[in-house]
């Protein structure tokens, strides 16, 4: 699970980062709200904003955020206990409005709720499957097919979007979060897990991207 913190407390910032490193998943940290808003385009599976931030406030970046994303959940961090705040940042699309200080075990709770995947497995083809919540691919035989990092991502990014076309875009934003890379290292990561599936399991979409193929 990738997770985008904008929280300019260092203290509470590295409380935050810590807590969810150890629970294996990615966080990007940010103490500036411009900066966030630069990074969203990377493909996050959950929001932690703080209000007052330097450059953009965390309401104005989560009302950016709603225009492009209506779906990905989004926790408010704030000491801001006005009624009028907490009112604006359910209107502007917050799921939950979590008031400082609280107990880090209080955000770890909300966001297992929101934003961790549901336990569900794909079923591929042959009697493969793979389980979105434990990130596990099994083989025909039930035995677990090992991923490298990147092929688990691309994997969750399918299960994200079944159904859908993925471009080289979005498998460059999720999957190497913002950074840079060629078309010819995306299809080289399509083709390393692609032997790991079964047969036509990714399927191509005119050159401009891809889509998994599952047992509906």
Sequence with gaps: MKILVLEDNERLANV??????????RVDLFDNGKKALEAIDNGYDCYILDINVPGIDGLSLLKEIRSMDGETP????????????????YCKG???????????????TKIERLCKPKAHTIRLAQNF???VEHEKLLDNRGE?????KKEILLLNLFAKNLD????FERIEQYVWGGEL????NIRALIKRLRKKLPEEAIENQGGVGYRLNYER
């Design 74 to 89: 989004a926790i408010i961090i704030s000491a801001n206990v006005e009624l009028e705040t907490i009112q604006e940042a």
């Design 144 to 148: 677990e097919v090992k991923l490298a």
């Design 16 to 25: 935050i980062v810590e807590a969810f490193e150890d629970k294996k998943y």
């Design 129 to 131: 499957s793979y389980c």
């Design 164 to 167: 859908k076309n993925i471009t």
């Design 181 to 184: 890379t060629t078309t010819e």
């Design 94 to 108: 917050c799921d939950e409005y979590l008031k400082k200080p609280f107990y880090m075990y209080e955000l770890e």
